[in-house]
């Protein structure tokens, strides 16, 4: 155990070669599940999308060889559903920071005893399928559930919930609350409390400490949570096809359509390689503009 | 200070002891955890037989399917059988009855929603996984081609000599080496009666009266299918590849676009059973069904006046099947008049077994909708596959996008 204060480095000695050798072997061998793992399961499928996006689909469908930067162009031609997409990533990401925030804060601060006991009942639903929960909410939604609960009330049979923007943001927002709550949770907890009393101390009110203290000691932990739910929002396909009913037509529905019923790859592979372009450059801005004047970067432990 | 925090806790926790009472609370967590984490879905195989074996044990060894089995049950049969397959499509007593009489253990039922979807996924390889698939007939080319199906053993199904002469020797596959019959049937219009008063028999006024009950309509999720509206609206062939043809096509499409509810091959049953869509393009299968149900009583199908298309599927063993004897034997199983017939009064789509027939209610062998009469069937089109014409992606595309 001793050994982790030696973060220093090694000393200066008539041996230091052969140390760097052995820690550098060492260093390699330890990385080396790692690297493998991401050379044969990131880097390699990504590989192949960038070789196929450039080229021509098969009489039968599927990928025959060519390079034409056709398909390139047919995605930027057709990019609504990218903004769509984006539009509806950006609105579910904010949900979430809205409703995660006071949450967390409450987990945080104000839980006491309780506060393992509301972890758990945050945490346990979400061991159950996604899918599962999905289709739940398809009954509670439905003509036999709310929908028709309201539909009888207003008098209005035909009332509907499912397969509007409505429905989706709900199932979506429902899905990713947890990967928005525990990031700022985390860096919540282990924020200094003294920092708020002082600050109370000083006169100021309680909204301004939260704004000018709490908020930018868990900014870290609001960016982590953003980008946990962003990214995977930008692809969601299952909420919208199945409490959608596909009626808003997103990223994931396009390069459905391609894959399994066009049975164009090199089109749809153009359209996903435009995608992860799109969501690099969301994420490098966020990060960097909320990382402006920042000097130290703090990284949350997730 | 995040690495020292880090620090911190380690050293904390590699001080501490652990409680005999902590150690417990941990366990148990992680136990119930492990449970809640396996209740989790299983994939589609292991909950599918689950749902298959719930119906009556005892249909399985004194129902209709006890028929003497033909000297095929002499056959060394494997003990799985992988079948890849549209929803709800095979009766789940005859699935128990086979699995009975054949010492079958595993019976896996993968299902795909449309034929595309089938084609992609044997596309991205996948020789060796099933046994059995159901494509539509026009699509049997296209696979053969391929290399996706294999030729079938006929010496191992005699019952495929009820196979009525007019589906034998047809395009798709001029010698009859690949496919053998499942069933027929039709694309047409479903609607709901009581809400929707105005005439609906044929496609032009599908697309007339659609805006009127716009969000309530419902259409499967098929091109081949989805196209024949407006091309036979028109005037035009189903399977028509014309540009001219086509764009006019669009324009219908794009103007039923969004007044469409859903595009569902699954569930449309369901959302004209609950009202959530009170007209539709759809097949017969879970519709023809509610006109027996008071509630629904008032559901009707048309066979549209201005044509439409007369489809055909059909059963194929895909290549390198890892149960062949298994596969053979179930295309002989199911051929059996008997089991046939159950076949037919449960999925409600007409049989192309002469014998079958005779163990169908006459009620069902006289509906139109079921059983189409000559006159009309002379009338209707068949397909053939065009599933991978560009203009015709694209504007399915746009039709899609555009939904809703």
């Known amino acids: ?302 | 200070m995040a690495d020292q925090d880090l620090d911190q806790m380690l050293r904390r926790m590699a001080q501490t002891k652990v409680s005999r009472r902590g150690f417990l609370w941990a366990s148990g967590l992680s136990a119930s955890a492990a449970v809640l984490a396996a209740c989790g879905p299983g994939s589609s195989s292991s909950a599918s037989p689950a749902a298959t074996t719930a119906p009556s044990v005892s249909a399985g060894t004194g129902g209709s399917a006890s028929a003497s089995p033909s000297a095929a049950a002499a056959v060394e049969v494997e003990k799985d059988l992988f079948m890849y397959n549209w929803g709800d499509y095979v009766d789940p007593e005859n699935i128990e009855a086979f699995k009975q009489q054949f010492g079958v253990e595993t019976f896996t039922y993968d299902t795909y929603a449309s034929n595309e979807e089938m084609m992609a996924k044997f596309q991205g390889g996948a020789k060796g996984q099933w046994d059995l698939v159901a494509p539509t007939a026009e699509f049997v080319p296209a696979m053969v081609e391929q290399g996706f199906i294999q030729k079938i053993d006929w010496s191992k199904i005699p019952n495929a000599k009820y196979i009525e002469a007019p589906f034998k020797g047809l395009w798709w596959d001029p010698k009859d080496e690949y496919q053998l019959p499942k069933d027929w049937g039709t694309t047409g219009i479903s609607v709901r009666t009581k809400v929707v008063k105005e005439e609906v028999k044929t496609w032009k006024q599908f697309f007339e009266v659609a805006p009127k009950y716009s969000g309530r309509i419902v259409i499967v999720d098929s091109p081949g299918d989805v196209f024949v509206a407006p091309l036979k609206a028109l005037g035009y062939s189903l399977n028509s590849v014309d540009p001219t043809e086509l764009g006019k096509a669009r324009e219908l499409l794009m103007g039923l676009a969004p007044h469409v509810l859903a595009l569902d091959s699954d569930q449309y049953n369901t959302k004209i059973e609950t009202e959530e869509a009170v007209l539709g393009l759809t097949w017969t299968g879970g519709i023809l069904e509610l006109r027996d149900k008071p509630e629904t009583a008032d559901v009707q199908y048309y066979i549209p006046e201005d044509g439409t298309l007369f489809w055909l599927d059909t059963w194929a063993i895909p290549a390198e099947p890892p149960h062949p004897e298994a596969a053979h034997a179930f295309l002989n199983f199911i051929q059996e008049p008997e089991v046939q017939a159950k076949e037919t009064m449960t999925n409600q789509y007409a049989t192309c077994n002469s014998e079958a027939k005779k163990f169908i209610d006459p009620a069902m062998l006289n509906d139109p909708a079921i059983f189409v009469p000559d006159d009309v069937l002379a009338k209707l089109e068949g397909a053939q596959d065009v599933s991978t014409d560009p203009l015709r992606l694209q504007i399915w595309e746009e039709f899609k996008s555009n939904i809703g």
């Not at chain 1, 793992?37 to 960038?50: D, H, M, R, S």
């Not at chain 1, 096809?241 to 399994?260: D, E, K, M, P, T």
């Open chain 1, 1 to 302: 155990m001793a050994s982790l204060t030696e973060a220093a480095p090694a000393p200066a000695g008539a041996d230091r070669p052969r140390r760097s050798f052995r820690s550098g072997a060492l260093t390699a061998l330890l990385l080396a599940p790692a690297s493998l793992w991401y050379l044969l399961l990131l880097v390699a499928p990504l590989g192949i999308i960038v070789l196929f996006s450039f080229g021509e689909r098969g009489k039968n469908g599927g990928y025959a060889g060519g390079f034409t930067l056709d398909n390139y162009a047919g995605a930027l031609e057709r990019n609504g559903p990218f903004v769509t997409s984006l539009l509806m990533a950006f609105g579910g990401t904010i949900l979430c920071l809205l409703l995660a925030l006071p949450l967390a804060y409450f987990i945080a601060t104000r839980g006491g005893s309780k506060k393992s006991l509301l972890i758990v009942l945050l945490v346990v639903p979400f061991w159950t399928s996604f899918l599962i929960r999905t289709y739940a909410w398809l009954t509670i939604l439905g003509p036999e559930g709310i929908a028709g609960f309201i539909g009888d009330a207003t008098g209005n049979p035909s009332f509907r919930i499912l397969g509007t923007p409505f429905a989706i943001l709900l199932g979506v927002v429902y899905g990713y609350l947890p990967l928005m709550i525990f990031p700022i949770y985390v860096t919540m907890e282990r924020m200094d409390r003294t920092l708020m009393e002082a600050s109370k101390d000083l006169g100021a009110g309680r909204w301004a400490t939260f704004r000018q203290i709490t908020l930018p000691i868990t900014l870290p932990g609001l960016i982590t949570g953003s980008i946990l739910v962003f990214i995977p929002l930008m692809g969601e396909y299952v909420v919208p096809a199945i409490l959608g009913y596909s009626r808003v037509f997103l990223i994931g529905n396009q390069l459905v359509l391609q894959f399994l019923e066009a049975r164009d790859w090199p089109q749809g592979a153009a359209k996903a390689v435009v995608l992860i372009l799109i969501m690099l450059v969301s994420i490098i801005f966020y990060i960097w503009f909320s990382n402006r004047g920042r000097k130290v970067r703090e990284v949350s432990v997730l």
